[in-house]
């Protein structure tokens, strides 16, 4: 099976609600597709949302990427000498992580489809489904708690909220969901790097003194304050989990070293794809410490990927894959199914994506 061709498109997807974090609003998701074409006749896919305000990653800048630097080392490529391919994918171009975790997920659908078989038995096989939680926008706290109980009517025991733009905003909110909301529901908050850590430290055990009882917190401080993070780690009650922070192995592994979060996210458009989210799962094996798998506004290709990896890998054991869930319409064929928070996958080979609904991909190159 040689990459023939590989070819660009974008797809726009409306969201239920717009979806709203302290750095951000947007209410439709605006993916870059990749579909590499075989000589046998095989279509490999993959997704990549441009997350500038994360990953620095732009639409213009993943098509880029491909045009000027991945296809050049793909194209002509045997799927079957798999680590040259990834090897090659990983070296043509540094950081642009999006692009080269659409690449990666669209080499690794060719992989088991040339070998019939789906990517997450490939992997490991740990599972064969797995249930998500799902987020809540960051509104008034009345508003907040009305969609946390809609969340818990269509299923879902695990809410994701986004908190950070004003402390004693966030307690309210918080507070009115856990008075809204059956005991048993777990609820983890994302501060998307909003404190300082002090103030983190302060915001947590405050949460936690007034009964909120915080899972986890996502990435209470800046990216690159490592050491600050792990001040918040040694001295919040709620354990911290370390997104924005972790980008490739490399970060994870640092992280891990120094004891600075409780938690590591994996992310396939931080980490350029599931070769690299693999090794961050080894090291956390190592490391004895449980991952999240998360996704941005992605559609379901990527999320599909995503899913393959939590379904391979014990060590993945928080999963907020909500993407194609928050999408109003879903324009893919095949994939993952999404039933609100219960996510399965099928037998198809590789990642069982079938294809992007005619007229909803519009083909760029
Ligand atoms: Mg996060």
Not at 201 to 206: G, K
Not at 250 to 255: C, G, R, Y
Not at 277 to 285: G, M, N, R, V
Not at 341 to 347: A, D, G, H, P, W
Request: hydrophobic share 45%; with cysteine.
């Amino acid at each position: 099976m040689k990459i023939t061709e590989i070819r660009i498109g974008r797809i726009s997807v409306p969201l239920r609600v717009p979806f709203k974090t302290a750095l951000r609003s947007v209410d439709s998701v605006e993916d870059v597709v990749f579909e590499f074409h075989t000589d046998t006749g095989a279509v490999g896919y993959g997704e990549a949302p441009p997350t500038g305000v994360i990953t620095g990653d732009t639409t213009g800048s993943i098509i880029g990427a491909m045009q000027d630097h991945i296809r050049k080392v793909l194209i002509g490529r045997e799927v079957d000498a798999f680590e040259n391919c990834t090897r090659a994918l990983n070296g043509c171009i540094v950081k642009n992580t999006s692009a080269k975790a659409a690449a990666d997920m669209a080499l690794w659908d060719l992989y088991g489809q040339l070998h019939k078989i789906p990517v997450y038995k490939l992997l490991g096989s740990a599972r064969k489904s797995i249930v998500t939680d799902i987020t809540i926008s960051v509104n008034d706290p009345e508003e907040m708690a009305r969609d946390a109980i809609d969340a818990v009517k269509r299923g879902y025991d695990c809410l994701k909220v986004k908190v950070g733009s004003n402390p004693a905003l966030d307690v309210a909110r918080l507070a009115a969901i856990r008075a809204a909301v059956p005991k048993d529901i777990c609820v983890r908050i994302d501060a998307n790097q909003a404190w300082k850590p002090k103030e983190a430290v302060r915001i947590l055990n405050e949460m936690q003194e007034k009964g909120l009882d915080i899972e986890f917190v996502e990435q209470p401080v800046i990216a690159h304050d490592f050491e600050g993070l792990k001040y918040v780690t040694e001295r919040s009650y709620v354990p911290v989990l370390a997104d924005e922070s972790v980008f490739s192995p490399e970060d994870a592994l640092k992280i891990m070293q120094m004891g600075a979060a409780d938690l590591v996210n994996i992310k396939l458009m931080k980490c350029g794809g599931i070769t690299n989210a693999l090794k961050i799962a080894s090291a956390a094996e190592v490391y004895g410490v449980e991952c999240m798998i998360g996704c941005m506004l992605e559609a379901k290709i990527s999320v599909t990927a995503a899913v393959h990896l939590a379904c391979a890998k014990q060590i993945i054991t928080k999963i907020d894959l909500d993407g194609p869930v928050l999408c109003r319409e879903d324009h893919i064929l095949g994939g993952a199914l999404f039933n609100e928070k219960e996510i399965s996958l099928t037998n198809a080979p590789g990642l069982g994506i079938e294809g992007v609904m005619a007229g909803k991909i519009r083909y760029i190159d």
